[in-house]
């Protein structure tokens, strides 16, 4: 079983960035292919990116291409989430998973506590 955290976190104003952390204990991030979702206020939780155990392929959902970038670090156990031109809809609770990812397969089955991002208009 792996564990999890998040952090990075926080509020920004529009057009700025960050860099999310997803920090893993346990079993090593680099047997998994790991996953990042949000969460909007009122809304459900969806897929935003992925990256095979191997970092050979990543994958996107249509509105976090060209802003997103995911990428994994092998010697500290990480996966990071780094968010370019941050618009007030990237508003959310961000979460990464370890699971099963591919270009058509979504299976999260180990979940961090989240970290809250918040764009300011």
């Known amino acids: 079983q792996v564990q999890l955290v998040e952090s990075g976190g926080g509020l920004v104003q529009a057009g700025g960035s960050l860099r999310l952390s997803c920090a893993a204990s346990?079993?090593?991030?680099?047997?998994?292919?790991m996953g990042w979702f949000r969460q909007p206020p009122g809304k459900p939780r969806e897929f935003v990116a992925a990256i095979t155990r191997d970092g050979g392929n990543s994958y996107y959902t249509n509105s976090a291409k060209g802003r997103f970038t995911i990428s994994r670090d092998r010697a500290s156990n990480t996966v990071f989430l780094q968010i370019d031109s941050l618009q007030p809809e990237d508003t959310a609770v961000y979460y990464c998973?370890?699971?099963?990812?591919?270009?058509?397969?979504?299976?999260?089955?180990?979940w961090g506590q989240g970290t809250q991002v918040t764009v300011s208009s």
């Open positions: 998973a370890a699971g099963r990812f591919t270009e058509v397969k979504r299976e999260p089955s180990t």
């Open positions: 346990g079993r090593t991030v680099n047997d998994n292919d």
